[in-house]
T-cell receptor
């Protein structure tokens, strides 16, 4: 079944550690996105990609980095985690065919806590 | 830039209808969406409407679009406890080829 997967679901990590949040999709979508979600619900776009070897920064400045070496894989890395990085991280993908856009498909999210 | 606004909270009695409202700024939006987020989960696409439509109905869900006022609403008939969630309104920003999300409306159901 075509889907989008995020691992881990929950992560508690110490300050200064390097972490990578994984996101994979099996739908062959070109576009992929990372959002950071506040406890107060609002979504902030931090990175996106239009395809292999394409990565762009989003609307919210983030200390994280991303890579897109394969269509299906879009990992997000924090080189040195800080308590301010504590948040829910959501990955999404989409495909646009001409004028048609059926929206984004989201993963279940990774809840990151930095202590 | 483009913006999508919606109220933060809505409380309804079980069995009543819920109406969640949203306004958007991009008059050239071709697609508008409603997403649902349950606790601890990602966003799930509930429904979408194309801009040349005024209304779309899918079982208990009715979406109304007023293009003149740039107003979108989601009506949930016979609201159940399982409808408790955060509902996000969103529009397609064609220029940026991205979807712009509102801040979300938290729907709570009282007995």
């Amino acid at each position: 079944e075509a889907d989008i997967y995020q691992t881990p679901r929950y992560l508690v990590i110490g300050t200064g550690k390097k972490i990578t949040l994984e996101c994979s999709q099996t739908m062959g979508h070109d576009k992929m996105y990372w959002y950071q979600q506040d406890p107060g619900m609002e979504l902030h776009l931090i990175h996106y990609s239009y395809g292999v070897n394409s990565t762009e920064k989003g609307d919210l400045s983030s200390e994280s980095t991303v890579s897109r070496i394969r269509t299906e894989h879009f990992p997000l890395t924090l080189e040195s985690a800080r308590p301010s990085h504590t948040s829910q991280y959501l990955c999404a993908s989409s495909q646009i065919h001409g004028e048609t856009n059926y929206g984004y498909t989201f993963g279940s999210g990774t809840r990151l806590t930095v202590v | 830039g483009e913006d999508v606004e919606q109220s933060l909270f809505l409380s309804v009695r079980e069995g009543d209808s819920s109406v969640i409202n949203c306004t958007y700024t991009d008059s050239s939006s071709t697609y508008l969406y409603w997403y649902k987020q349950e606790p601890g989960a990602g966003l799930q696409l509930l429904t979408y409407i194309f801009s040349n439509m005024d209304m779309k109905q899918d079982q208990r869900l009715t979406v109304l679009l007023n293009k003149k006022d740039k107003h979108l609403s989601l009506r949930i008939a016979d609201t159940q406890t399982g409808d408790s969630a955060i509902y996000f309104c969103a529009e397609l920003d064609r220029g940026a080829s991205k979807i712009i999300f509102g801040s979300g409306t938290r729907l709570s159901i009282r007995p």
